[in-house]
């Protein structure tokens, strides 16, 4: 009897575990307006809820994801040992995609341009990071090289005519030597070197050697002190990654010069760069600078914006690895981007922001972010305009051959 006992309580526990797993494994088959429904109810954050991503983006691990398209991908590059003063801009990713949280989807028309860059054509996505070695440059360069030549070899999502059948990159910096290997990778993707539009308050085509040291020997060109935030144009000229002279442009500069002469000028211009000083845009205003960059540029040759934050003046964005006073306003400098808009942009990045050294209100970052939304705006817009233009053009062949 006792045994019958125990037999009926074990069949019951047996059917009671049976009877959880099937609950626990039930698969609801949700249709389509369920979905729709359970969308419009959870589906969008606020500007302070939400997973940090830029701009409450979708989130992807694209170097790890070889399938996933995108149209502009944001990707971090959270390096910062090739600075030559103040460290920090590691975290420079991570404070500008928080500082960019109050950017919606929903919230996020642009009226200077006439579109909301997030619910247009273009198909947006966070990356990531790329992993950087904190502790070897040299491995460090060496992986930022493949992972800007990896994702390049992406797909557009759409067909977006300026595209060119190519995606195309923001990076959120770190300190500027990751511009290096940016162009590295898209001097192989376009076949031809890429002219860099460039504001900074130093030049960032100092030879290495101009930084003293009796340890190192001027040539030997793959010291790994070469690799350095205020070389990074100089290596990018050497390897011929940069634009024709004349087609290179530094904007916002008021750096101090190396020695007792004009050298390092001297060398700027051998290496074919046009120089727009902090100061002119008090004899010239904003109008004329705009004009200087599309006339040096145009709207056809493939450019790379590189900007380094530290373009603003430490007074507005104080988080950066080498301040200098004097510098454009945040106003100035979002004016500018939003002149150049008709630019031919192939990629961009956004450096040297150090969060160690922000203030509580978070205004450098908050700089950051804004100038990544004006720039993806602009990338946007040309593509919608460009896909028009094609679209107008296949019309009118279409009609004169029904004629």
């Known amino acids: 009897m006792h045994l019958n006992n125990l037999a009926v309580k074990a069949a ?9 797993h099937g609950h626990a494994n039930h698969k609801r088959d949700a249709s389509p307006e369920d979905i729709r ?5 959870w589906g969008t954050d606020w500007p302070f809820s939400g997973i940090s991503t830029f701009a409450h983006l979708p989130h992807f691990k694209c170097l790890v994801e070889p399938d996933k398209s995108f149209d502009i991908g944001i990707i971090g590059a959270p390096f910062d040992t090739a600075v030559s003063y103040r ?3 590691r975290f420079g990713p991570r404070a500008i995609r928080s500082s960019a949280a109050r950017q919606t989807s929903f919230r996020s028309f642009n009226p200077r341009a006439g579109i909301n860059p997030y619910k247009s054509w273009a198909d947006i996505v966070d990356c990531g990071d790329i992993p950087i070695a904190p502790f070897d440059n040299k491995l460090a360069l060496k992986q930022m090289s493949e992972a800007y030549v990896e994702l390049g070899r992406r797909a557009p999502t759409s067909k977006a005519a300026g595209y060119q059948g190519m995606s195309k990159l923001i990076t959120l910096g770190g300190d500027h030597s990751v511009a290096l290997p940016a162009l590295r990778a898209l001097k192989e993707r376009y076949g031809q070197p890429i002219s860099v539009l460039h504001f900074d308050a130093h030049l960032d085509t100092w030879h290495p050697a101009k930084y003293p040291s009796a340890w190192v020997d001027a040539s030997e060109t793959d010291a790994q002190s070469f690799f350095n935030h205020g070389s990074v144009f100089w290596l990018a000229g050497t390897e011929g990654l940069l634009g024709p002279n004349g087609t290179n442009v530094h904007a916002g500069l008021r750096t101090r010069l190396s020695g007792t002469d004009w050298t390092d000028l001297e060398e700027d211009t051998e290496q074919g760069w046009h120089r727009i000083a902090a100061d002119d845009i008090d004899d010239i205003g904003v ?6 960059i ?12 590189s900007l380094d934050i530290d373009v603003i003046d430490p007074g507005m964005a104080p988080a950066t690895g080498t301040p200098e006073p004097g510098g454009w306003t945040t106003r100035e400098v979002i004016r500018i981007l939003r002149g150049i808009e008709g630019l031919n942009l192939v990629g961009a990045d956004i450096v040297e922001v150090s969060p160690p050294y922000d203030d509580a209100g978070e205004s450098t970052s908050l700089a950051a972010a804004q100038i990544v939304y004006e720039i993806l705006t602009s990338m946007v817009k040309r593509g919608h305009r460009e896909e028009q233009e094609r679209l107008k053009l296949a019309a009118e062949e279409s009609a004169k051959d029904e004629l």
């Open 12 to 20: 019951g526990c047996l059917a009671f575990l049976e009877t959880v």
């Open 87 to 89: 460290t920090g801009a």
């Open 294 to 305: 599309m006339t040096k540029l145009g709207t056809e040759r493939p450019v790379y914006l």
């Open 287 to 292: 109008a004329k600078v705009i004009e200087i």
């Open 37 to 41: 429904v359970l969308n419009e109810k």
